[in-house]
Nanobody, 114 residues
């Protein structure tokens, strides 16, 4: 089992930056893939960025060049650096860990004002 705790969300103006953190309850070495997803009311949860335990990354087209996912295995933490934020980035952001099963954090709200 994996528990995930996100932090770093908040309110920011368009063009600003935020960094989300996700701390896992176990070592990241054995977790095949970590990722960030987001969801707005009435819409399906969508992938934002993922990173494997081989450090292969994948990004949604809408965030390429603006967001960066990274992991610090020593701290059991995955980060999402979000730059040049847009109002359409407003959502609840969820941390995900795939370890034979999908595990989710409780989510953190990101609000970008225009």
């Amino acid at each position: 089992q994996v528990q995930l705790v996100e932090s770093g969300g908040g309110l920011v103006q368009a063009g600003g930056s935020l960094r989300l953190s996700c701390v896992a309850s176990r070592s990241l070495f054995n977790i095949v893939r970590m990722g960030w997803y987001r969801q707005t009311p009435g819409k399906q949860r969508e992938m934002v960025a993922t990173i494997t335990n081989a450090d292969n990354t994948n990004y949604a087209d809408s965030v390429k060049g603006r967001f960066t996912i990274s992991r610090d295995n020593a701290k059991n933490t995955v980060y999402l650096q979000m730059n040049s934020l847009k109002p359409e980035d407003t959502a609840v952001y969820y941390c995900n860990a795939f370890w034979g099963y999908n595990y989710w954090g409780q989510g953190t709200q990101v609000t970008v004002s225009s």
